[in-house]
């Protein structure tokens, strides 16, 4: 009962208060459990063995259809108004109810399933001061666990202790952000020194206040108080469920949220029921149908009063008239009679037909081979069932960037050395070659060392540094001694590098396989093995990354005693520090740098500077001065960087790939001729989300202008956008164009709608998170949305995840547009569930978009598919399946209608009811349903060929309110027809023998068989894809009928069940008469032959897209696949630094020379407390910017 409670609870929309501050207190359960904290287990299923029946009995009621056939039934017990049997409604109720609750139970226990899975993953939980293993469900709050490598972190915990020096931590976020690189935390020093002493960690008492639950990522405020002491806790003491643990063998913590309560379930929001726009018409479209059923039973009731007022006292000595019923009260019940009579009006097999369609289409995506990836063994799968035609639809996507539009993975590309580029191929005539994965790689067999995932297809570089050229060599000395990565050497030879950012991890390995392996470090030396030679440099001093900076140094002396500075960052800060007389390799490299940018590289420059002895020595002096100092540490700090990081020497630059997915240029390129427009979302930089737009040919240099919206304030912001609308469309009024409309059930729901201006050319449009921070407030979020709608391209930067969701939900809300969102971390949740389809992008980098989407695959290139194919297919079959299903149950209906007329209005039906009971479960079924399920206009090939044929789905040309009436009226006709004619050939007709066969029973089964007759020719003109299903299912259907016409009608089953079979004999009597088939015959051609005409002669003046690519589609071979083209260079001013981290660096903690005090089972390479980590400072991965040395305006053409 609790959970029948509690649901109704949240239908009614009560809440639990809310916690203001979260207390726990470690290793005390009895205190802990008294706050009623929310335990470890998760729960998303929605339905137990005992609330299954009454819950899903009262969702399905909750359809407007099912209630309404509920109503029905109970009145088809009633003698005096049911003029039906009570199972004419009853079965099909039955029957689809049974159906929809099969499947319902079915996705339930998927979720039981998948619950269980997680719950049951087991832990190490300190009870009673002994370890002891114990499920995740069980895991409560306050209690301390342990941890090991490779383990999912459990809960939301306070890290307590480590197995590494400095307690810190290292852990992998792809489940939370989707980023594979490790990210580093730290515990406090007073909990730290416990280590995994199982008796201090059980006298631990120490007490947490900290935020309640929510789903901030990136934030956590809090306060540890032990003995006595309040220590400060943020965001790097603590380790989020989802998260891995990597290269560290143990740690403990203190759970202080389990469950629900995690900010990874509180991130995944709430889960919210979509419905498609289909979906929401048929609602609006049923109760249109229900006004109209009223109508035109009220009508009848009408009638039957005149009627009974004007002919009825005649037949009152035939058929008396029961006691105590007037005439009103008659018409009253008359009334009720035609709801029942008429029902059919309202198809109750509809939305289970509908349902088996999109389950169907579902399979289809889940079976598709051209969808499957291979290398992850990862198929394509719809998540969900009730969305298929939307994806038919979609007019914006918006897209993460970093693990969707990107593989994440960092490759070491191109390089320029002295004035000379390396990594491309040119073939004899000088033209360069396409790299692919056949073109030959380098060797580097010869360095046993190399890492073998590397590869490189220039083999002059590897020539040069093999043969001794100080330049190259140089190149790559600086390389593996430049940087902040850790060592890590588990088995001989077989190093792993720890890199802040994958883009540093990159250059390394670069430098690893060139033959300078990057070997060990400590706090005063790096050892590197040169060219098989181990050589260890002694670390004098590193200069670290920071922001402002946007740079990085080292200086270390060789065992010659030889002093160097080696330094790279980004070009606009190396180049203003370079010696005059690097002047025209500066312009070489420069040139350089211009063409890797233009191939979406990022980039760095690389210098170095001989120091005297003398005056090293001064400097240290000063430096130790300076970094000791209370006052104004961090700018004497600067100032000495600055002047020893003058007149340095050019050495060359860095072009490293962050690798985009198979097949990404072509897709947005396939999207944008079908008129999708996409916007990307990313927490990245402005530069590195830019560089990816020019790749993936989001940005183009053809351009008119692409605006850069950067401004810190709201008056800045509204500038800006109203500077760039003016330039795109000088015209354009001040105030923003909104149309207010009606829509929804009654016509409750108010809309407004932001109107388009016309804009001449293509321009696109790059905002950051704190700009877009103003433009989504009240008074700018239309200007803001009437701006981008104008631009081809929309790039948003550093927004949170939060803002990727009020993105998505001002498009949905002010253009009333079909939406969808396409990420692959924790931080695209949000956007998935916002948008109308959300698509998760499964693979390396983790699971919970995948887990929060409706359909999900392993590559972005698979979107077109998606869409261009199963989205199109899947709206054409719903849309003809709709018309058609309307069209066949309103001729049926309107054929009561007109033979109304004739019985006086007495509800009597002119059909069997064995008849009415089987047309729309058997009869009529499956010829539509194949043609839901297997119905195509072009194939595929010519669907990916031409993408223009996607934009009638946005544009709802096939089904809407026009197309409903259409059809309303030409089953009007087709009824006007099938009565009317069978009427007249049947009125004073005689057998061949001369017997009378205008009988009512020969009238019903001539009328019914012309219907099925009909409707199952309507279907085989609206089909256009023929298979064997289809086939079978129109001939089965017909022959079905007959059959069980024939078995109906006989004299067995009359003698067997008298009263449920009395048409006996009507079928052979009637069928075997030829002018019974000639009124078949007419009535079909009557029906059919205008809908031929008018068919023909639109598509000879109006054609459509569609009707234009059939006739090429019948004239010409299939077209032949895309040819793979190579990437096209463009030449841009505008580039990029990278592969620093984008706060500061580790160069306190890798040079601290307390790293050894406290060994543990293995040695670690650092440790320092005074180090960023130990002072608490974020650790966020961030690559540098580049600042221009002047005003610069955006790239145009």
Not at 235 to 261: I, Q, S, Y
Not at 486 to 511: C, F, I, R
Request: net charge neutral; with cysteine.
């Amino acid at each position: 009962m609790g959970s029948i409670s509690s649901y109704f609870e949240r239908l009614c929309g009560q809440k639990e208060k809310g916690e203001e501050e979260r207390c726990v207190r470690g290793n005390d359960r009895p205190f802990n459990l008294s706050k009623n904290y929310a335990n470890n287990a998760i729960k998303t299923s929605k339905y137990n063995l005992f609330t299954f029946l009454p819950l899903n009995l009262f969702e399905q009621f909750q359809r407007l259809a099912n209630a309404y056939f509920l109503f029905l039934m109970i009145l088809q017990i009633i003698p005096q108004v049911s003029s039906l049997s009570w199972f004419t409604t009853a079965v099909p109720l039955v029957l689809v109810l049974s159906i929809t609750a099969v499947k319902d139970a079915s996705d339930d226990i998927n979720r039981h399933r998948s619950d269980n899975q997680v719950n049951k993953r087991t832990v190490s939980v300190l009870i009673d001061g002994q370890l002891r293993s114990e499920t995740w469900m069980n895991v409560q709050v306050g209690d301390i666990i342990k941890l090991e490598s490779n383990h999912f972190v459990t809960a939301d915990i306070l890290l307590l202790s480590s197995s590494e020096p400095l307690n810190v931590v290292y852990i992998e976020t792809a489940e939370l952000d989707g980023e594979t690189n490790l990210k580093v935390k730290q515990a406090l020093t007073v909990t730290g020194g416990m280590g995994d002493d199982t008796d201090a960690l059980a006298a631990f008492r120490g007490e947490a206040h900290c935020e309640p639950p929510n789903n901030r990522l990136d934030k956590f405020k809090g306060t540890l108080t032990v003995d006595g002491q309040t220590y400060s806790l943020d965001n790097d003491k603590v380790l989020l469920r989802g998260c891995t643990l990597r290269n560290t063998e143990w740690c403990f913590g203190l759970v202080l949220f389990g469950g629900p309560d995690t900010k990874l379930m509180q991130n995944s929001g709430k889960t919210i029921f979509k419905r498609t726009s289909i979906d929401h018409l048929m609602n609006v479209l049923v109760l249109c149908i229900f006004g109209f059923l009223a109508l035109m039973c009220t009508f009848m009731t009408i009638g039957n009063a005149i009627w009974e007022v004007k002919e009825g006292s005649v037949f009152t000595a035939f058929i008396p008239r029961e006691e105590g019923i007037a005439i009103g009260l008659s018409s009253f019940l008359i009334f009720w009679s035609y709801v029942i009579v008429l029902n059919t009006v309202v198809p109750i097999s509809l939305y289970v037909s509908v349902e088996m369609i999109r389950l169907g289409n579902s399979f289809f995506i889940n079976w598709d081979r051209k969808m499957y990836y291979p290398k992850s063994d990862t198929p394509a799968k719809a998540r969900t069932t009730t969305l298929n035609e939307e994806l038919g639809q979609i007019k914006y996507i918006f897209s993460d960037k970093t693990g969707t539009l990107t593989q994440n993975i960092m490759t070491f590309n191109k390089c320029s050395i002295n004035g000379r580029t390396y990594g491309d191929l040119y073939d004899f005539a000088g033209q360069r070659v396409e790299i692919t994965e056949k073109t030959q790689r380098v060797d580097f067999s010869w360095n046993q060392m190399a890492d073998p995932t590397f590869y490189f297809h220039d083999y002059g570089l590897a020539e040069i540094v093999r043969e001794g050229n100080p330049e190259a060599q140089d190149f790559f000395r600086l390389l593996a001694l430049c940087h902040t990565v850790m060592p890590e050497e588990k088995q001989e030879g077989t190093l792993n590098y720890q890199a802040q950012s994958p883009d540093e991890g990159a250059l390394v390995t670069a430098a690893r396989n060139f033959g300078f392996v990057f070997r060990s470090r400590t706090p005063e030396t790096i050892t590197v093995v040169e060219m098989g030679r181990s050589v260890t440099y002694e670390l004098l001093a590193v200069l670290d990354f920071n922001n402002v900076r946007k740079r990085m140094s080292v200086i270390v002396r060789s065992p010659d005693g030889k002093i160097t500075l080696y330094c790279k960052g980004a070009d606009t800060i190396i180049f203003e520090r370079l010696h005059p007389s690097c002047n025209k390799l500066n312009d070489v490299t420069t040139r350089h740098l211009n063409e890797y940018a233009g191939d979406g590289l990022r980039t760095l420059v690389l210098a170095y500077k001989d120091l005297d002895e003398t005056y090293m020595g001064r400097w240290k002096e000063r430096h130790h001065e300076a970094s000791t100092a209370m006052d104004g540490r961090e700018e004497r700090l600067d100032e000495l960087y600055e002047e020893i990081e003058r007149d340095m020497m050019l050495m060359g630059a860095t072009a490293v790939e962050d690798k985009l997915q198979d097949g990404v240029p072509q897709t947005i390129e396939q999207l944008n001729k079908a008129d999708i427009k996409l916007w990307v979302l990313t927490g990245d930089k402005q530069e590195t989300a830019e560089n990816i737009g020019y790749s993936c040919n989001m940005l183009r240099e053809e351009m008119k202008e692409i605006f850069v919206i950067a401004a810190n304030s709201a008056e800045g912001v509204k500038e800006e956008l109203q500077n760039a609308r003016m330039k795109m469309c000088p015209e354009a009024s001040e105030e923003v164009s909104v149309k207010k409309a009606h829509a929804g059930l009654f016509w409750l729901k108010k809309t407004k709608t932001v109107q388009d201006d016309t804009v001449d050319g293509e321009y696109g449009l790059i905002i950051n998170g704190h700009s877009l921070a103003f433009a989504l407030e009240k008074n700018l979020k239309l200007e803001f949305l009437r701006m981008a709608c104008m631009c081809q391209t929309v790039i948003c930067c550093r927004v949170t995840p939060l803002q990727k969701a009020q993105v998505v939900q001002l498009v949905k809300k002010y253009k009333q547009a079909v939406t969808l969102a396409i990420g692959d971390g924790a931080n695209d949740v949000s956007m998935i569930k916002a948008a109308h389809i959300g698509v998760g992008i499964s693979g390396q980098e983790g699971m919970q978009a995948v887990l929060a989407s409706d359909f999900s695959f392993a590559q972005f290139r698979y979107l077109q598919r998606l869409l261009l194919v199963h989205g199109r297919w899947g709206y054409l079959r719903m849309c003809k399946f709709l018309r058609y299903f309307f069209y066949k149950n309103f001729t049926f209906t309107f054929v009561q209608f007109w033979y109304a007329f004739f019985c006086g209005f007495s509800a009597q039906t002119v059909y069997d009811e064995w008849f009415i009971t089987l047309y729309n479960l058997v009869y009529a079924a499956l010829p539509v349903l194949g043609m839901g399920l297997f119905e195509q206009d072009v194939n595929d090939r010519w669907s990916l060929h031409h993408p223009q044929l996607y934009t009638p789905g946005q544009l709802n040309m096939y089904f809407s309110k026009k197309a409903f009436l259409r059809g309303m009226f030409h089953s009007w006709y087709s009824s006007f027809i099938l009565f009317f004619i069978p009427r007249a050939a049947m009125y004073d007709t005689v057998r061949d023998d001369g017997k009378d066969i205008a009988d009512y029973q020969s009238f019903a089964l001539l009328a019914q068989t012309c219907l099925l007759l009909v409707v199952n020719a309507q279907v085989c003109l609206d089909t256009l894809y023929w298979t064997a299903v289809n086939q079978f299912f129109v001939w089965g259907s017909l022959a079905a009928y007959f059959a069980i016409t024939f078995t109906m009608y006989s004299n067995g089953m009359f003698l067997i069940f008298t009263s449920a079979f009395p048409f006996i004999g009507a079928a052979r009597n009637s069928l075997n008469q030829p002018n019974v088939w000639l009124t078949i015959f007419l009535a079909s051609l009557l029906c059919v032959l205008p809908v031929v005409a008018y068919r023909f002669v639109l598509v000879q003046l109006c054609p459509t897209i569609n009707d234009k690519v059939r006739y090429k589609f019948r004239k010409e071979a299939l077209p032949a696949p895309a040819p793979r083209r190579p990437p096209t260079r463009r030449i841009r001013t505008r580039r990029s630094g990278y592969a620093f981290s984008h706060s500061q660096g580790y160069g306190a903690l890798v040079t601290s020379r307390k790293f050894l005090l406290r060994p543990r089972t293995r040695p670690s390479p650092f440790a320092h407390t005074d180090s960023p980590l130990a002072q608490n400072e974020p650790q966020h991965y961030r690559s540098i910017t580049e600042e221009p040395k002047g005003p610069q305006s955006p790239p145009h053409v």
